[in-house]
């Protein structure tokens, strides 16, 4: 499979591995995410998702494997190039820019992330605050705002760097179901707009709903891939989660 | 506190400094003559500067204690105005600038250390003002073409070379060795290289006499000496000069006797009789030589004088030579003032270049301002010996001699 | 872009033609010209250390290291018989190198890190300067009052060099590269994460600031004629910007002015009207400033600033 | 031979005492995430206060740290509860300012009292020194590395077997969490403080053994303090000693080698080596 995938892969790692001291939170892990793809990936708390979205993002370096980036080896390089090759992230906690607006925190992406030639970053700026629903408060500052807000700060931020790759780090935990609905809504707009995402997330409804296949970890592995469907009935998944007593 | 209880605070603060700051402006009455210095009182060279301080204010109670000082026929009393630099070159200039400018000084004295008073005496040569230096001893600080800065103090290079002259001195007794090994040590300060200057100006050429075996310098307040006191032990010198402000003082000759060092002769430059140096070290300070630019074993007259009126002041005994040659510079730059009769610059520096005092209190009795040396005084300096138990014996020159030299093994 | 640049000029503009207005006043005596030289260098000073400290967070005590190779670069030039205006651009240039060459290795670090690595390269730096003969070593260097500027040379110097560093300032506030740094000192991670390149933003900035530290050691050279290593290269000067900052304001544009100003003022009015407890007065102003206004004094200005224009309109 | 063996031994006795006088600034960062710009005023205090004691009473140095401890304690407990807790919620920058403006008071009051001449004090043991071998050590430097040594052995008891220590540790760690856990941090913001400063004037008690003192006193040494600590690894007082110690002996290596004038630079440019190259390589 790794064959004609690797050809359209938008995002590939190959045989990636992560230690921290003696724990290896990552262990020869291959993922791809397919051009026009939403890819969940989920897996108990600890399965290395967070782990592996550092390692794509260029925060970690990987010990051993490769990471391609719509063909190219990205695992070398420092976040910043990362980002303005066209992949962007979200954080599991947002990290707003306390001491901004929201337009100026949004600014930032726009500025510095990838290089799209005759459009100005002001305007991709107010574009990435309306796909987000922030325009109301797109002069206030950040420390005013509420959680749901941050977190679709982060992704305005994100979206500002107009990237070709998405990474979602659980933008969904911690929101109502009105706000949850939003943000589902939010991603297929940006998934719509040609922008390939991989959506960690342990909100299943929200997570099943969107992805178009499901990566499940489990201890830093592969323990299944499929849609959304299939990965519900597969035994080894519905182990991890529940426990090995519950299965046996 | 809410924003605007705060708020509240602004226009009190506002109004205590407006108050204060026009309670700092103002001049004076014009009766008196005013005379300026800027001293570090506090800062890194503060541990000096309240004995140039103490040192001036008593030359001018002195001078106002005899009806002050008579211009156009009218005494008129002379007031001291003295602020704190804290030790600070850019401070230091500004400060002066104001005693001309604000408090209408007619003349100046000097602060503490060299870079200081090398900040400061840009400011006299600047305005054409007399400026009185007591507490620079750096040739440099006296320019080419100098008019207005005068130096009470001997340069350093004196100390140095009048303690290798004693050494000769001695070596001609046949009491010391010859070639005499030497090892010195110097604080890379101004002071610390123009008192290497001056060993090497003396030892150049004289192969005969001196062997230098040790020439290395050590950073101002270092936080410890062990490890140069062992290099000094290594070169098995025959004595030792250092050239340390006190601090450094303390510390390195606690480290020699620690370590267990003896040489024929020690000396740490002008360091040694002072009280602070016995409260520190005891008896461990006795027989080591200092070259001074002034101390109260002088006989003079105008000494004993100093030390009576000032230990009476401010508690004694006077063991450090700032506040006698603070009192001289200050008594002198007054006599001038006096001789001029007149609060104009120009008149007060003619009079100090033509002064010529014949009671000073200064090694050679005598003071004046040599052009050719660009109004730098070159008095000797005497070398003294710490006695057992306590005070000191000048051991050279011989005719202010009080007696031999003890000298070590 | 382009607007804010127009507006700087003209305030630039404004602000020299008050300079030049007050000029008499500020000329008067020696006293008042030297306390304005004093300020020009110190807004010089506050202004490019708040461009790394405040926009970027990163806390320098060694500024005093660039100020120096400034102060050097300068004083030595002129005893080679340079004219002083044409050392100033050579001053900025050697004190940019070294800020980059201590700079690029230290920025990388962060917090305290950074902080006392400044002090580490700072104090090497002074002793290092001590030994060296070529420089006039521990004795420094005198340069020739022959050859004084003059009051009113020094005063439109000054003037040009302050307003110009508040300018450069305003414009990295505004700039791409000032709202990079602005990201990067609050979630230096999260910035890289949007493109921004953390390190080499901060080095670029911090070239800035060494080059206008540089400046300010060349104007305080050509006015105090006389640079020693004890003072140009001190950690009381490094720690004396860090305080005029914090009392006007960090991260803001007109903190540093402010800062500079009030520092300036309150130093000499304590100096000259406290004398014996002069450091205790500055010490509780400094604490009291602080305890009222923990973010400095431009905060309060521009709400004051923003009060009386609501009042008028 | 025996020289090299001196200036290492020198180094050693010179790095504990670095170590013991960067304890409390360690334990303060540690805790408030402050840097305490006033910890060359409780040094500096702590040398007068026990030069005062010897000249007026006789008090012999070691004594009275039986005095400047509860001293310091207090003192920084009340600088902390005064003035430092009120910036809690400001940029950790601005407390520099604070500090700094009370280590301006303490200098002036002890100018004010003492005046600005160096003190120094004597007492019957001050110059002694034993002989180990080819080596002389001296006695007071010995005994204040044992007390160096001492203070490290109480502080990480302290820390590791007390619930103070224990308390002191969570908020070091995670000041939100530990407060959630019913740790009364502001009690403990106190008690860091105080322990710090306690720290610190009885490290000014040890020093008085053969430093002289102005009220500038601090100043030398703040810096040199601030190298060890952050060597050290900021919170770290087992790394504090170990880099005083280090620190000592490149130094006293470097004087006696290469040149005396340049102990400190190599002190400095190890620190900031040091620095930069940990951080390279844990990032």
């Known amino acids: 499979m790794s064959g004609p995938a690797a050809a359209s892969a938008l995002v590939e790692a190959r045989g990636v591995v992560k230690r921290f001291g003696g724990l290896t939170a990552v262990h020869r892990l291959d993922l791809a995410l397919r051009e026009g793809e939403i890819l969940g990936l989920i897996g108990p708390n600890g399965a290395g998702k967070t782990t592996l979205f550092n390692l794509l993002s260029g925060q970690f370096a990987p010990d051993s494997g490769k990471i391609l980036l719509e063909g190219r080896e990205i695992h070398h390089l420092p976040s910043h190039r990362i ?94 179901p009105t706000e949850v609905r939003e943000t589902v809504g939010i991603l297929r707009e940006v998934h719509a707009s040609g922008i390939g995402i991989i959506y960690v997330e342990h909100v299943m409804e929200a997570v099943m709903d969107i992805s178009h296949r499901v990566h499940v970890l489990d201890h830093g592995a592969t323990i299944a891939i499929g849609t959304p469907a299939e990965v519900t009935r597969d035994p080894a998944v519905i182990e991890a989660y529940l426990g090995r007593s519950a299965g046996s | ?85 804290k030790s600070d070159a850019s401070i230091s200039p500004s400060l002066l600038e104001r005693l001309i400018a604000v408090d209408g000084a007619v003349a100046l004295l000097s602060g503490y250390s060299t870079p200081l008073v090398q900040a400061q005496v840009i400011v006299p040569m600047r305005r054409g003002i007399p400026f009185m230096n007591a507490g620079g001893a750096s040739k440099s600080i006296f320019r080419e073409g100098n008019q207005w800065v005068f130096g009470a103090l001997s340069p350093v290079e004196s100390l140095a070379s009048t303690t290798l002259e004693w050494l000769m001195w001695e070596q001609g007794q046949d009491r010391l060795p010859r070639p005499l090994r030497v090892a010195m040590v110097w604080q890379n300060t101004d002071h610390g290289r123009e008192y290497r200057t001056g060993v090497h100006d003396v030892i150049e050429g004289r192969t005969d006499r001196f062997e230098l075996v040790l020439d290395e310098s050590f950073e101002h307040l270092s936080s410890d000496h062990t490890s140069l006191i062992v290099k000094v032990r290594s070169v098995e010198a025959d004595v030792f000069l250092s050239d340390a ?165 | ?201 901060q080095v670029t900035v911090f070239a800035v600031t060494a080059a206008l530290t540089g400046l300010a050691g060349a104007y305080y050279a050509v006015f105090t004629l006389y640079v020693v290593p004890e003072k140009v290269f001190g950690f009381d000067l490094s720690i004396s910007l860090v305080l005029m900052v914090l009392v006007g304001g960090i991260g803001t544009v007109m903190g540093p002015v402010l800062g500079a100003g009030i520092y300036l003022f309150l130093e000499q009015f304590v100096l000259a009207s406290l004398a014996d407890i002069h450091l205790a007065a500055f010490g509780a102003l400094l604490i009291f400033i602080i305890l009222m206004e923990p973010r400095g004094a431009a905060p309060r200005l521009a709400q004051l600033v923003g009060l009386v224009r609501r009042r008028i309109g | 031979m025996v020289d090299l063996l001196s200036v290492l031994a020198s180094g050693i006795l010179v790095g504990t005492v670095y170590a013991y006088m960067a304890y409390g600034l360690g334990l303060i960062y540690g805790v408030l995430r402050v840097v305490n710009l006033a910890h060359g005023a409780f040094l500096t205090l702590g040398v007068y206060v026990t030069w005062w004691l010897n000249t007026t009473f006789g008090m012999d140095p070691l004594v009275s740290i039986l005095i400047t401890v509860p001293l310091g304690f207090a003192l920084g407990a009340t600088v902390e509860r005064t003035l430092v807790f009120r910036l809690r919620d400001s940029p950790p920058v601005t407390t520099l300012l604070l500090l700094f403006g009370v ?152 004087a006696f080698y290469i040149h005396t004038g340049y102990r400190d630079v190599v002190s400095f440019l190890v620190l900031t080596a040091a620095l930069v190259m940990r951080r390279a390589d844990s990032d």
């Open chain 1, 83 to 176: 980002c303005r090759l066209g992949l962007a992230r979200t954080f599991q906690v947002p990290r707003p820019f306390l001491a901004m607006t929201v337009f100026e925190s949004v600014l930032v992406g726009a500025q510095f992330g990838r290089r799209v030639p005759g459009k100005p970053a002001a305007e991709t700026a107010d574009r990435c605050v309306g796909l987000t629903r922030l325009e109301s408060r797109r002069n206030a500052p950040v420390h005013s705002l509420n959680l749901a807000e941050r977190k679709r700060l982060d992704l305005a931020r994100a979206l500002a760097t107009r990237p070709r790759v998405l990474l979602v780090d659980e933008v969904a935990a911690g929101l109502n």
């Open chain 4, 103 to 254: 280590w301006l008071i303490v200098r002036n009051a002890l100018y004010l009292i003492f005046g600005g001449a160096d003190r120094s004090l004597l007492t019957s043991y001050s110059l002694e020194s034993l002989a180990v071998g080819p080596l002389t050590l001296s006695i007071p430097r010995l005994i204040v590395s044992a007390f160096s040594l001492l203070g490290f052995v109480v502080l990480a008891l302290m820390l590791k077997r007390t619930w103070s220590g224990l308390a002191l540790r969570a908020v070091a760690q995670d000041r939100e969490a530990a407060a959630l856990s019913g740790v009364p941090v502001n009690r403990v913001w106190a008690v860091a403080f105080g322990i710090g400063s306690a720290l610190a004037m009885s490290a000014g008690s040890l020093m008085s053994l053969f430093y002289s003192v102005t009220p500038e006193f601090g100043a030398r040494f703040l810096l040199k303090s601030f190298c060890v600590v952050v060597l050290g690894g900021l919170t770290n007082i087992g790394g504090i000693l170990v880099a005083g110690i280090g620190l000592g002996i490149a130094e006293d290596l470097t």
């Open chain 2, 1 to 85: 506190m809410s924003p605007d209880s705060r708020t509240r605070w602004f226009p009190v603060l506002g109004l205590v400094l407006g108050v204060g700051l026009l309670a700092a402006c103002s001049g004076g009455d014009d009766d008196t003559i005013r005379i300026g210095a800027a001293l570090p009182l506090s800062g890194k060279h503060a541990n000096v500067g309240g004995f140039f301080r103490d040192g001036y204010q008593l030359a001018v109670e002195e001078a106002n204690a005899a009806g002050g000082v008579e211009i156009d026929g009218v005494r008129r009393p002379i007031e001291l105005r003295v602020y704190d630099d």
């Open chain 2, 245 to 409: 402000h006190e601090p450094d003082f303390l510390l390195q000759h606690r480290a020699y006797v620690e370590q267990g060092l003896g040489h024929i002769a020690v000396s740490y430059g002008a360091r040694g009789p002072e009280r602070s140096v016995r409260e520190g070290l005891g008896e461990a300070v006795s027989h080591l030589v200092s070259a001074q630019w002034w101390t109260r074993a002088l006989p003079y007259e105008r000494s004993r004088h100093f030390v009576e009126r000032y230990e009476a002041q401010f508690g004694g005994p006077v063991t450090e030579y700032y506040p006698a040659v603070a009192y001289e510079a200050a008594r002198a730059l007054i006599v001038a003032i006096g001789n001029a009769g007149s609060t104009e610059a120009e008149a007060i520096r003619n009079a100090l270049t033509n002064l010529e005092l014949d009671d000073s209190l200064l090694p050679g009795g005598r003071l004046y301002f040599p052009e050719e040396s660009r109004l730098q005084i070159e008095n000797r300096c005497v070398i003294v010996q710490n006695q057992p138990e306590g005070g000191v014996r000048i051991v050279f020159p011989p005719e202010a001699a009080e007696g031999p030299a003890y000298l070590g093994s």
């Open chain 3, 1 to 201: 872009m382009s607007s804010f640049t127009r507006r700087h000029l003209l305030l630039g503009v404004g602000a020299l033609a008050g300079l030049a207005l007050v000029a008499p006043l500020l000329l008067a005596n020696p006293y008042s010209s030297r306390l304005a030289q004093l300020l020009f260098m110190n807004v010089l000073l506050a202004s490019a250390w708040n461009l790394v400290g405040g926009f970027a967070g990163q806390i320098s005590f060694g500024n005093a290291s660039l100020f120096g190779v400034g102060a050097y670069a300068t004083s030595m030039l002129w005893l080679a018989g340079v004219h002083p205006f044409l050392t100033m651009p050579v001053a900025a240039l050697l004190a940019a190198l070294y800020g980059v060459a201590w700079g690029w290795p230290c920025l990388r670090l962060r917090g305290p890190y950074f902080a006392i690595a400044t002090i580490g390269v700072a104090e090497a730096t002074r002793i290092v300067a001590n030994h060296i003969e070529a420089a006039g070593g521990a004795s420094g260097l005198t340069l020739p009052l022959e050859q004084d500027l003059g009051p009113v040379l020094l005063y439109a110097l000054g003037a040009v060099l302050a307003v110009a560093a508040v300018l450069v300032s305003a414009a990295v506030r505004r700039s791409r590269l000032g709202l990079g740094l602005i990201a990067l000192r609050e979630d230096a991670q999260a910035a890289a994460a949007s493109g921004v390149n953390v390190a080499r933003q």
